[in-house]
């Protein structure tokens, strides 16, 4: 993935507001790399051009070697199923859906057979194994945030986005976590870039970039 002259601003009560300004940036197969800085920074909406789920104002995201940032919504959301997951803070998980479901539901997308299994297995590796049959609502923040990460690793992607992956756990579950990004980084060759706060899961990645004020 690569980052061409990134930008993005957007209307604010006194003129443009810069939010991210002239960002280049490269992402290779299987490279792990954390972005960083303070609140307001700009890291969660450059992580959201990079995963093209908005548009950048100037500039360009290459994936896989060819236009991203260019394309239309609906193509936008075709490329990043075949190559990229994404873990948001507010987790986003389906509320109708029990557990197994909403971490069956990208495999069943992609139209996979083994989807439950595949579930299953991802579940019981975040330490859910019990709770396949409950629905988001009766979950705590750090399961909904265990429930998200299970179906961002199930379709075992090329490029995993993850906006503070760690940030609603208790200790132990960071680090369970933590390593279940890494080992996927290491044995899927899955490349990580992840917006975090945390110093130690940060200087687990290959590389740090600190964004501040919009710039890189």
């Given at each position: 993935?690569?980052?061409?002259?990134?930008?993005?601003?957007?209307?604010?009560?006194?003129?443009?507001?810069?939010?991210?300004?002239?960002?280049?940036?490269?992402?290779?197969?299987?490279?792990?790399?954390?972005?960083?800085?303070?609140?307001?920074?700009?890291?969660?909406?450059?992580?959201?051009?990079?995963?093209?789920?908005?548009?950048?104002?100037?500039?360009?995201?290459?994936?896989?070697?060819?236009?991203?940032?260019?394309?239309?919504?609906?193509?936008?959301?075709?490329?990043?199923?075949?190559?990229?997951?994404?873990?948001?803070?507010?987790?986003?998980?389906?509320?109708?859906?029990?557990?197994?479901?909403?971490?069956?539901?990208?495999?069943?997308?992609?139209?996979?057979?083994?989807?439950?299994?595949?579930?299953?297995?991802?579940?019981?590796?975040?330490?859910?194994?019990?709770?396949?049959?409950?629905?988001?609502?009766t979950l705590s923040g750090g399961e909904q945030q265990r429930v998200a990460l299970a179906r961002a690793?199930?379709?075992?992607?090329?490029?995993?986005?993850?906006?503070?992956?760690?940030?609603?756990?208790?200790?132990?579950?960071?680090?369970?976590?933590?390593?279940?990004?890494?080992?996927?980084?290491?044995?899927?060759?899955?490349?990580?870039?992840?917006?975090?706060?945390?110093?130690?899961?940060?200087?687990?990645?290959?590389?740090?970039?600190?964004?501040d004020d919009g710039r890189l």
């Amino acid at each position: 993935m690569i980052a061409r002259h990134l930008s993005k601003r957007v209307p604010g009560p006194e003129g443009e507001l810069t939010l991210l300004d002239d960002i280049d940036m490269t992402v290779m197969s299987g490279e792990s790399v954390a972005i960083t800085g303070p609140s307001g920074s700009g890291k969660s909406t450059l992580l959201g051009l990079l995963a093209g789920l908005d548009v950048p104002s100037g500039g360009d995201v290459l994936l896989a070697g060819g236009a991203f940032s260019q394309l239309d919504e609906d193509a936008r959301a075709v490329k990043r199923g075949e190559y990229c997951a994404f873990v948001f803070q507010s987790f986003h998980l389906v509320a109708d859906l029990n557990v197994l479901e909403n971490v069956m539901l990208p495999l069943e997308i992609q139209r996979r057979g083994n989807a439950a299994e595949i579930a299953r297995q991802w579940l019981d590796r975040v330490g859910l194994a019990h709770r396949l049959k409950h629905f988001p609502t009766t979950l705590s923040g750090g399961e909904q945030q265990r429930v998200a990460l299970a179906r961002a690793f199930a379709v075992q992607p090329a490029l995993l986005f993850a906006d503070e992956p760690t940030g609603s756990l208790d200790h132990a579950n960071g680090e369970r976590i933590s390593s279940l990004l890494f080992d996927l980084n290491r044995e899927a060759g899955t490349a990580l870039v992840l917006v975090t706060h945390d110093d130690a899961l940060a200087a687990r990645c290959h590389r740090q970039l600190r964004l501040d004020d919009g710039r890189l």
